[in-house]
Nanobody, 116 residues
């Protein structure tokens, strides 16, 4: 499984960005897609996930501001980010997981910088 994330950039506080993740390869075993982020000096943290049936889950710090979605036909996963805050600044990573055997695949990350 290969993941290619894009869409990061520099935005002012209160602004919006949409991250995209292109998924390729053998994805039959993947049953969960997600976005993580890692700020400088901090551990990588889960931001949002989407599973079969389109069921989504969000970290408390992004609830109501971020929306994860997917386009199965195009093999794409998206993260719409609104009302961005400086503390959202991080490298955002796309993740694909097989939850039965806990196998993870990662994209290269895309930088999101929110200025105050």
């Amino acid at each position: 499984v290969q993941l290619q994330a894009s869409g990061g950039g520099l935005v002012q506080a209160g602004g919006s960005l949409r991250l995209s993740c292109a998924v390729s390869g053998s994805i039959a075993s993947i049953n969960r897609m997600g976005w993580y982020r890692q700020a400088p000096g901090k551990l990588r943290e889960l931001v949002a996930t989407i599973i079969e049936g389109g069921i989504t889950s969000y970290a408390d710090f992004v609830k109501g501001r971020f929306t994860i979605s997917r386009d199965n036909a195009k093999k794409m996963v998206f993260l719409q980010m609104t009302s961005l805050k400086p503390e959202d600044t991080a490298v955002y990573y796309c993740n694909a997981r097989n939850t039965y055997v806990m196998t993870d695949f990662w994209g290269q990350g895309t930088q999101v910088t929110v200025s105050s």
